[in-house]
Structures are given as structure tokens and as C-alpha cells.
């Protein structure tokens, strides 16, 4: 069973569109992350959510938007997508925000 | 701002040798360090953790070592396998944060 799923893993859209990733974890955490990483290969935190509340909330657009809908589920939302959000995005779980956290395989976003 | 740096993009190292993986970091204020191995098309692996009280920590072959004046840490593996063929990431946390920064992350390629 895999701990921390993501959905789509590969999502090749055009300019302009809106499209959302999906991630879920079993571990039964309290805390989950949504992390981007660029083509210089930098992981850079985007989002965090302890218990349904978001604590993390970098420097980021509005265009992009977290969903948590449960403790086990952070989706992102994006709109209006541009050639800059092409990049690795992955999302994480851990018992608490100092703990090791445990990561999805990503989902590798291309804007055409 | 990167406070975790990891300067060395890659390193080649032959089977049974010793690995020496490398991070920087900036701030005095981090606590507790973390690895994580990464493999293609995966996401990051927990691999160590050291905190600030100690100087080392090892688990089977792989070794931490902390040097706080030089805010430096080191990742040693030994023997290296083909198997740990992968991008090692180090990442950071202060106590006053709840979020961990990540190095860039260096590519080791161990040669049979």
C-alpha cells in the first residue's frame, strides 16, 4: 500500500487552463505539504496544513490554491496556468511539522 | 535565500569505496538535520537524521556527522553500493519554524 499517492503523475496542459493534483496519505499524519521543485532541481516549500489549517504559505501566486478537505487529503488547484508552473510538484505528510516527512512520487507538470 | 546548500552537483564513486555527500548551511538557528535519498521518477526517501546535541549518527552503513561551528554536515556511506546510486538531499529545520529548507541536492553515481 502505497503511504503517500499522488494523482495525476504526468499532466501536460496548455497556458491558460486550470488543473488540480491530488494527494492522499495513510499514514494517519496530522500534517501535509505541497513542495515544488524547479529545474534547477531546488525543493522549495509551497504549502502546509496541520490538521486541516493551513500554517505554510509561502511566497507563492494566488493562482495557486489548497484544497484540504481531510487530514488524509491536500489537493492542489491551479489556475490559469503559465509556462513558469512547469516543474516537479511534490506533496508530503509527517506526525507534526519537526517530524521526517514521507513523500509522494510527484506529479510532473508540463505547460505547453 | 538558500539556507541549505549542498555545492557539489554530483560525485562518482567506485563499488566498496567510501561516498562523502556534503551540505552547508546558513543559519545558526537549525536544530535538527535531516537526508533524504531520491531515486528517477520517485520521491525523496528518508534516510537520517541528526540533531544538535550530537555530532554523529549512524545507521547500518551510512554515518552523519554534524560540525556546528562550521555549520556543516556530511553524509558518509560505507561501502558504497550501486544500489545508492541516487540524489541525496539534506534539508534543515530551526525550532522556532515548522518547516524544513532542502539543498539542491547532489547526484551519486557508484561505478560496479
Known amino acids: 500500500d502505497t503511504a503517500v499517492s499522488q494523482t495525476p503523475k504526468y499532466l501536460v496542459t496548455q497556458m491558460g487552463n486550470d488543473k488540480s493534483i491530488k494527494c492522499e496519505q495513510n499514514?494517519?499524519?496530522?500534517?501535509m505539504y505541497w513542495y515544488k521543485q524547479d529545474s534547477k532541481k531546488f525543493l522549495k516549500i509551497m504549502f502546509s496544513?496541520?490538521?486541516?489549517?493551513?500554517?505554510i504559505n509561502e511566497t507563492v501566486p494566488n493562482r495557486f490554491s489548497p484544497k484540504s478537505p481531510d487530514k488524509a487529503h491536500l489537493n492542489l488547484h491551479i489556475n490559469s496556468l503559465e509556462l513558469g508552473d512547469s516543474a516537479v510538484y511534490f506533496c508530503?505528510?509527517?506526525?507534526?511539522?519537526?517530524?521526517?516527512?514521507?513523500f509522494g512520487p510527484g506529479t510532473r507538470l508540463l505547460v505547453l | 535565500d538558500q539556507q541549505v546548500k549542498q555545492n557539489s552537483p554530483s560525485l562518482s564513486v567506485q563499488e566498496g569505496r567510501i561516498s562523502i555527500l556534503n551540505c552547508d548551511y546558513t543559519?545558526?538557528?537549525?536544530?535538527?538535520f535531516l537526508w533524504y535519498k531520491k531515486y528517477p521518477a520517485e520521491g525523496p526517501t528518508f534516510l537520517i537524521s541528526?540533531?544538535?546535541?550530537?555530532d554523529k549518527n549512524e545507521d547500518g552503513r551510512f554515518t552523519v556527522f554534524l560540525n556546528k561551528s562550521a555549520k556543516h554536515l556530511s553524509l558518509h556511506i560505507v561501502p558504497s553500493q550501486p544500489g545508492d546510486s541516487a540524489v541525496y538531499f539534506c534539508?534543515?529545520?530551526?525550532?522556532?519554524?515548522?518547516?524544513?529548507?532542502f539543498g539542491t541536492g547532489t547526484s551519486l553515481t557508484v561505478i560496479p
Open positions: 508530503a505528510s509527517s506526525q507534526g511539522t519537526k517530524e521526517t516527512q514521507y
Open positions: 499514514l494517519g499524519h496530522d500534517t
Open positions: 496544513y496541520n490538521n486541516k489549517e493551513l500554517i
Open positions: 543559519n545558526s538557528m537549525f536544530d535538527y
Open positions: 541528526i540533531s544538535s546535541i550530537k
Open positions: 534539508a534543515a529545520s530551526a525550532p522556532t519554524g515548522n518547516q524544513f529548507y
